[in-house]
């Protein structure tokens, strides 16, 4: 059996999450598969959020890892915005930008876990200021962001204990 690359799963996800936003085109899916269609992409957010925890972990320079991800929240935005404008009369009104919620996961571990990316969290006594900046962008993140309150946790769960199985399991559930 053929082992895929990274690359290769990023499209593959792309793809599967393009299914998610079909059924939304009127007439184009029955009602029963648009719960097959939404079932089966459920995935696709918390794998392009792991993927981009690990590109925060294995990055060789996170400020450009974060302006990639801000940039393409932009662009997202612009398309997001232009599709508005140009359906806004047939009642279309697109918000998804799932590079907004990656961004600002990857801020939220930059803040708690700073430039040196040691597994240890901001220490509340000497870095009062920055743990409550984290905790801030955080929940802010987390209602503004496409899935902001599962994924932003998520992020954060993964990266703190990616070496401790048993609790990350927990945790997630």
Avoid at 67 to 92: E, H, P, Q, T, Y
Wanted: net charge positive; with cysteine.
């Amino acid at each position: 059996m053929k082992k895929w690359n990274a690359t290769q799963l990023k499209y593959l996800m792309a793809a599967v999450m393009v299914l998610d936003h079909v059924p939304h085109i009127t007439g184009i899916v029955s009602p029963l598969w648009e719960g097959i269609f939404h079932a089966m992409t459920r995935c696709v957010g918390v794998w392009f959020a792991y993927v981009a925890m690990e590109g925060f972990i294995h990055t060789r320079n996170l400020k450009n890892y974060l302006i990639r991800l801000w940039s393409w929240a932009l662009i997202m935005f612009a398309g997001n915005s232009l599709v508005n404008a140009l359906f806004s009369s047939k009642g279309v009104m697109v918000t998804n930008n799932i590079f907004l919620t990656l961004a600002c996961g990857v801020l939220v571990l930059n803040i708690f876990f700073g430039i040196n990316q040691t597994s240890n969290p901001v220490d509340i006594k000497r870095q009062p200021i920055r743990f409550i900046l984290g905790i801030v962008v955080c929940l802010l993140a987390g209602f503004v962001t496409e899935g902001g309150m599962v994924i932003i946790p998520f992020m954060l769960i993964t990266y703190t204990c990616r070496e401790k199985k048993n609790l990350r399991n927990l945790l997630y559930g």
